[in-house]
Structures are given as C-alpha cells and as structure tokens.
C-alpha cells in the first residue's frame, strides 16, 4: 500500500549539486527508518544515507562531507542533497523506507521507490 515516488535525478557536471526527494504516500503511520540506496552499472546496491523519524542520520563513507540527507516528517519526504558530485557517484538513485510497527503478523515492512538516474560527467 505505501508508494515512494523519487524526484531530482538528472545529469550534472562534476562539482555540481544536484538534491533528490522522496515523498511516501498511502500510509498515515511513521516511517522509523528513510534512507538513499544506488546502484551504478556492474556494481551491488549499496546504502548510501539513512535517516530515523528522530533525525538521527548514517552515511557511507564515500559521501561523508559531500551528501546531507534529511526529512520532514510532516510531508513525509525525505531529501538528499548531493554536493561536489564527482562521476563515481552515477548511479540510480532508490528511495527506501522501513516501518518497525506491528501490522499483518510482522514487526518489519520495507518499500522502496522507482528509482531515480543521477549522472554526473566530468
């Protein structure tokens, strides 16, 4: 039932800024857990930022300093700002959400969204 519909992706060049969004629809509980995933072409998905319905963020290492993710939990949408892009960072870009309250027999209910392309040439 619950939809992420991701915007923002497009082409930049190296240095540019680009901020992706990711607004979650068809759900009037709390999202615990908004996060960035991407995957570039020949490589696995990987995690790029989290962020909890307290704010508290997680980045990996490769954006550290450069990406800055955040929410408002009132439109339930999570951003991510990208800054300093560099070509290492084309990818699809995912939205993803984790919800840890009880519902269907489960405590785990894990969405993801569409799929966003940013890509950045040198």
């Known amino acids: 039932q619950v939809q992420l519909v991701e915007f923002g992706g497009g082409l930049v060049q190296a240095g540019g800024s680009l901020r992706l969004s990711c607004a979650a629809s068809g759900t009037t509980f709390s999202l615990n857990v908004m996060g960035w995933y991407r995957q570039a072409p020949g490589k696995e998905r990987e995690l790029v930022a989290t962020i909890t319905s307290g704010g508290n963020t997680n980045y990996t290492d490769s954006v550290k300093g450069r990406f800055t993710i955040s929410r408002d939990n009132a439109k339930r949408t999570v951003y991510l700002q990208m800054n300093s892009l560099n070509p290492e960072d084309t990818a699809v870009y995912y939205c993803?959400?984790?919800?840890?309250?009880?519902?269907?027999?489960?405590?785990?209910?894990?969405?993801w969204g569409q799929g966003t392309q940013v890509t950045v040439s040198s």
């Open positions: 993803n959400a984790v919800f840890l309250g009880y519902y269907s027999g489960s405590y785990y209910h894990e969405y």
